[in-house]
């Protein structure tokens, strides 16, 4: 049976699907050069959020080689304010990503949506692992992983073509026995 699409509220956001209604927006802080840098797009367009949208069967949530846009929402306004990627790669793991709209970053806002979702990831939906992967020159991503206490597994060096030259990416992991000890 496949989990339904998550509904997660804390202090300040909500994590819902991705909305229509959300997809101006969604498009418009992913075309800001700095959301883009270490992201696998360059230009975002409307249309380009329009596709992934419709490319989106939330019926199938928790489908193994999926992956699913979740929204992070503003509680009181219900503004997105960023979105979280969650790839299920087989049963027992999963993949995150996540992007945070610039004026809403350094606020604390992606530690606790990224707290969210570990939660709802290893908790209820019982995963073993979770990953994320990330440009070694992204500074912040690697710090907000660190903070939920991720670990640095690997360092690929050169592994990725990426706009233009060859780049370094890292793989963090954690476990839910980790997560269980140390965020419970």
């Given at each position: ?164 030259s060859w780049g370094d990416e890292y793989l963090y992991a954690m476990l839910g026995s980790e997560y269980k000890k140390t965020n419970v």
């Amino acid at each position: 049976m496949t989990p339904m699409t998550p509904n997660l509220k804390t202090k300040n956001i909500v994590i819902r699907e991705l909305q229509f209604s959300d997809l101006n927006d969604f498009a418009n802080y992913r075309a800001v050069p700095s959301v883009a840098k270490y992201q696998s797009w360059t230009d975002y367009t409307y249309d380009d959020a329009v596709a992934l949208f419709e490319s989106t069967d939330y019926s199938k949530f928790g489908l193994e080689s999926n992956w699913y846009q979740l929204a992070i929402v503003d509680i009181n306004s219900d503004k997105l304010i960023g979105d979280l990627a969650v790839h299920f790669i087989q049963d027992k793991q999963v993949e995150i990503g996540f992007t945070i709209e610039p004026r809403f970053q350094r606020k604390g806002l992606g530690y606790e949506a990224l707290s969210a979702i570990l939660d709802y990831i290893f908790l209820e939906l019982k995963k073993h692992r979770v990953i994320a992967v990330t440009d070694t020159n992204n500074i912040s991503s690697c710090r907000l992983l660190e903070k939920a206490g991720f670990r640095k597994e690997a360092h690929y060096v050169e592994n990725i073509f990426f706009k233009g030259s060859w780049g370094d990416e890292y793989l963090y992991a954690m476990l839910g026995s980790e997560y269980k000890k140390t965020n419970v």
